[in-house]
């Protein structure tokens, strides 16, 4: 009886424990299963709403950002403007293997799903919704609609299922093929590269068409993480990321293990940015130039910098520009073939203009681009000119009615008086001393004392109203620059740039009709729509045409008797310019012209004003020689004749238009205050006589020391130009030949005498 009873007691002790158990084990359920539902409670709530931001319709992508490119005046790329590379493409180019390698990697099942893979995403929507660890689980449909559609949203489980009801409408309304376009044409693959195209340049130097299975396989790779994968960077993961693709292809039958034996365990990868990419995005002065333009100084792109910034990088326009290459390049190698490299950093700018047009043909601002290194633009920067500004004076002098065989006194030293000081006279003490002789031979030789005399006596400030109208253009203009009626003007003590001294030449070289220089020709939307297309202004005769023709004949002899005589342009070229040199050799220039291009290169240190000896520069010592440093007519000369010869290969040897006859015999121009005038009473002193074509004089001026006493009649002084009167014909000092002229500021030698006997 006991046993019996022993016997039930321990099956019912049994079935308790198990009933405990139970009890047990649903309570824990019950509180888990509440915890859980108070967790997701927002979430689950977030879900239901989710329906509520469906926008009306998800079928037009937003536009895509597109580089904007650059081509010269031929039709070359030349340049690019982008913030992200990203050219689009049709999914027809790309080829199929490539595509089968992407979906191998990125969604097997693309061909299937309707735009979600449930079983990855009910997977993703539990582990996101817990707070563990996130999970993707997205196809390419939702990746296309995370980019295009729910930007800024926060990720949660929330997310996620507003993200597969956006999918799969999505793939309701659009083919997927385009969606697998847009995604192809979007997917970021490192290294600023958008979209299969761009890649297949930067990594491959292909065109997409051009790209391998293998290609496509490598970018793949790419697609979860670039930055990690990154084969510039880190080409160790790189290389782990493609081997584990390769696989991965092997799998699915797009790669056989023969193939992949073959590959091996160290396959392949681009390790540099290809060359081609980044020809396709270099920087040079000239883009860059050009991209400032069209940023700040005109609304070609948009009313307000924000529109003109996302049109010129985001927009795909294409900017059709002036730029020759042909030309570029000969300019690039002149420099480089004629000017020495030096560890001075003694450096080279220069700036050729189309004659007729003004359209910027070449443009050399330096050594070369370099971002955050060597971005200044010397072409653009202004520096001291020397005597390179002279032929401004020429042109005001000749259209005051100077003729180039009047005559003018240019003997070292003199002292002028200086109208922005008169406390402190402008003395000239350095250059070449050339007695009385005539304005042609002043030019030929660059004589200081007769240019600054003859700035003064056609007026300062009537040059710089000259230097304005033949120079005037987008960089220089009253609003942009102050040009100063210096008494320093002629040796240059005003800073101008290539592009300025380019622009004056050109009015010249086109018988003083002035064509602005222009950079762009046209541009274009990524539609092809013509937004822009240049317009030349109507044709204003900025110098008389006899007045340009005359000061292109004078300038002739700088190039055939004077100055740069060593630098004539071969077959016998008609060429015409002026050499200039800065005190101490610290800026070096020569501006010259054909009836084709005008052309002018600066000389030196673009960090300040270095004096070019051969002490300082011993890289230059063959060149400069016994001379003190180097001049116009060395390397700024020789850069002009080398580029110069090579863009005119192949051209029509034009001739300057004939200069007018003389109007009248030759006079003599002096300065009142400075120069003072006599007639000769009694008594011989000897007559200056001139050969217009010679670069010397025959017979000594009056100005010299008289060996017999002589009796003169002194006339009166004169008077200079008011400095208001801009009026670019009144007529200058002058006065007949034969007359005696003396420093106003001196006594008469003691064997002149006045009419009245006072020495």
Not at 403 to 431: A, R, V
Request: hydrophobic share 40%; glycine share 8%.
């Amino acid at each position: 009886m006991s046993k019996l009873l022993r016997e039930l007691l321990d099956k019912f002790g049994a079935r308790r424990q198990t009933f405990t158990r139970i009890i047990v084990v649903c309570i824990a359920g019950g509180l888990f299963i509440a915890a859980t539902v108070t967790a997701m409670a927002p979430r689950v709530w977030g879900v239901l709403n989710a329906h509520t931001q469906v926008p009306p319709s998800l079928s037009n992508f937003s536009g895509l950002a597109q580089r904007s490119t650059v081509f010269d005046s031929s039709g070359k790329q030349i340049g690019s403007y982008q913030l992200e590379n990203s050219q689009m493409m049709s999914i027809d180019n790309v080829p199929a293997d490539v595509v089968a390698a992407i979906l191998a990697l990125e969604d097997s099942e693309f061909e299937n799903h309707k735009g979600v893979n449930l079983r990855a995403f009910t997977r993703a929507v539990l582990s996101n919704s817990r707070g563990g660890s996130k999970q993707g689980a997205s196809t390419i449909t939702m990746q296309v609609v995370k980019n295009e559609f729910l930007a800024g949203l926060e990720r949660d489980g929330r997310y996620k299922v507003l993200q597969a009801r956006y999918a799969t409408m999505l793939e309701k309304e659009v083919p997927k093929k385009l969606i697998l376009e847009r995604y192809l044409n979007t997917i970021y693959l490192g290294n600023n590269t958008y979209g299969l195209q761009a890649a297949a340049e930067v990594y491959f130097g292909k065109d997409v068409r051009e790209l391998t299975l293998l290609d496509g396989a490598f970018l793949a790779g790419l697609i979860q993480a670039p930055s990690n994968y990154d084969p510039i960077q880190h080409p160790d993961s790189s290389r782990g990321r493609y081997l584990q693709v390769l696989d991965r292809l092997v799998d699915t039958g797009l790669l056989t293990q023969d193939q992949r034996d073959e590959i091996g365990d160290k396959p392949a990868i681009p390790e540099v940015i290809n060359k081609k990419a980044q020809l396709d995005v270099s920087r040079t002065y000239f883009t860059e130039e050009v991209k400032d333009y069209l940023l700040n100084g005109t609304d070609i792109l948009g009313t307000t910098y924000q529109q003109r910034y996302n049109t010129l990088f985001r927009g795909g326009v294409k900017v059709f520009t002036t730029l020759d290459s042909v030309a570029q390049l000969a300019a690039e190698n002149a420099v480089r073939d004629q000017l020495p490299a030096n560890k001075a950093g003694i450096t080279a700018a220069m700036v050729s203009l189309d004659a007729k047009t003004g359209a910027v043909r070449a443009m050399v601002g330096g050594p070369g681009f370099v971002a955050g290194q060597s971005e200044v633009n010397l072409a653009l920067r202004r520096r001291q000119t020397g005597s390179s500004v002279k032929f401004f004076i020429l042109a005001a002098a000749l259209q005051a009615g100077v003729q180039p065989d009047d005559l003018i006194d240019g003997t070292l030293p003199c002292t002028l008086s200086n109208p922005g000081n008169l406390d402190e006279p402008f003395e000239i003490t350095k250059g070449v001393s050339q007695p009385t002789a005539s304005l042609r031979v002043m030019t030929w030789l660059s004589i200081n004392c007769a240019y600054a005399k003859l700035s003064q006596i056609v007026g300062l400030e009537r040059v710089v109203e000259t230097m304005y109208r033949m120079s005037s253009s987008q960089w220089l203009s009253k609003e942009t620059f102050t040009i100063q009626p210096y008494a320093s003007l002629a040796t240059g003590a005003n800073e101008l740039s290539p592009m300025d001294m380019a622009s004056g030449v050109q009015t010249l070289a086109n018988s003083g009709v002035h064509r602005e220089p222009y950079m762009i020709e046209r541009i274009e939307d990524a539609r092809g729509t013509v937004l822009y297309q240049y317009q030349s202004a109507s044709v204003e005769q900025t110098l008389p045409a006899e007045v340009a023709n005359t000061a292109a004949d004078v300038m002739r002899g700088v190039i055939e008797r004077g100055t740069a005589r060593r630098t004539p342009l071969e077959d016998n070229r008609p060429a015409a310019g002026k050499t200039g040199t800065q005190d101490n050799n610290t800026n070096a220039w020569f501006v010259g012209f054909t009836p084709q291009y005008a052309t002018a290169v600066w000389v030196g240190d673009p960090k300040g004003y270095t004096k070019m000896t051969k002490r300082n520069v011993p890289e230059f010592a063959s060149v400069i020689g016994d001379r003190g440093g180097v001049q116009g007519a060395m390397f700024p000369a020789m850069i002009w004749k080398s580029y110069m010869d090579e863009v005119h290969r192949g051209l029509e040897i034009l001739e300057f238009a004939s200069p007018p006859e003389p109007l009248r015999s030759p006079l003599r121009l002096y300065l009142p205050g400075v120069e003072c005038a006599a007639r000769v009473v009694s008594g011989t002193v000897p007559v200056p006589k001139q050969d217009a074509k010679s670069t010397t004089t025959t017979t000594l001026g009056a100005e010299t020391t008289v060996g017999n006493t002589v009796v003169v009649s002194v006339l009166s002084p004169g008077t200079t130009i008011m400095p208001t009167d801009l009026n670019p014909f009144s007529p200058v000092p002058t006065t007949e030949m034969g007359l005696y002229f003396y420093e106003c500021a001196k006594p008469l030698p003691n064997n002149v005498q006045t009419t009245t006997g006072t020495p």
